[in-house]
């Protein structure tokens, strides 16, 4: 059973749009939601990070919004990038250390 | 500040076969987590070390096995390989302590033929 639901798996977007990747959970006991970055052949990079007692968190061009109540959470990025195509990843857990569930990722290419 | 490393970066084995994986975390984490990711997947947790012993344990057959060493490097086992083993094995350190977050390493591909 995924415990995360991710969508969509690919995405296409204009240099300069706004990417929006969005995923969606079950458990209730998860209180940490991060997001990855993967390029081929790469391990997955930490992009950014939230905690259920906010609901949104920014950091630099990347902004997670964070729905307690729907039990959902998305990815967007700003004035996308060529050099932002990549597979993106959400993951939740029970707190920072434990075991991450994954998402199944999306392929985001930003066409020049 | 080195990140986690792992090795080798490639291995190629044939079915029934063992293997062995090896990491080293990031300076200063004390915990290491494995990771399979099939081709085109997320990667899925096989188990997490901390203070040399197995701490959770994900849904994965028993021939998957691991250790932790006194410095905290970390060694995945898989025996009796089948094809389906084949995936990027990912490495991931933390430091309990401060419930820090898990940095992943490059990952070693394993293609079993």
């Known amino acids: 059973q995924q415990q995360v639901k991710q969508s969509p798996q690919s995405l296409i977007v204009q240099k300069g749009g706004i990417s929006i990747i969005n995923c969606a959970y079950e458990?209730?006991?998860?209180?940490?939601f991060p997001w990855y970055q993967q390029f081929p052949g790469k391990g997955p990079a930490l992009l950014i990070a939230?905690?259920?007692?906010?609901s949104e968190k920014k950091e630099g061009r990347f902004t997670i919004s964070f729905n307690k109540s729907a039990k959902q959470f998305s990815l967007h990025i700003m004035d996308s990038q060529p050099g932002d195509s990549a597979t993106y990843f959400c993951?939740?857990?029970?707190?920072?250390?434990?075991?991450?569930?994954f998402g199944t990722g999306t392929s985001l290419t930003v066409i020049p | 500040d080195a990140g986690v490393t792992q090795s080798p970066t490639h291995l190629i084995k044939t079915r029934g076969q063992q293997v062995t994986l090896r990491c080293s975390p990031k300076?200063?984490?004390?915990?290491v987590s494995w990771y399979q990711q099939a081709l085109g997947q997320g990667p899925q947790f096989i188990f997490q070390?901390?203070?040399?012993?197995?701490?959770q344990r994900g849904n994965f057959p028993d021939r998957f096995s691991g250790h932790q060493f006194p410095n905290y490097s970390s060694e995945l086992n898989v025996n009796a390989l089948l094809l389906g083993d084949s995936a990027l094995y990912l490495c991931?350190?933390?430091?309990?302590?401060?419930?820090?977050?898990?940095?992943f390493g490059p990952g070693t591909r394993l293609l079993v033929l």
């Open positions: 939230i905690r259920p007692d906010v």
């Open positions: 993951a939740a857990s029970r707190n920072t250390g434990n075991q991450f569930y």
């Open positions: 458990n209730t006991a998860f209180d940490y």
């Open positions: 991931a350190s933390s430091l309990a302590l401060l419930g820090g977050t898990q940095y």
């Open positions: 070390y901390y203070e040399e012993e197995e701490r």
């Open positions: 300076s200063g984490h004390d915990t």
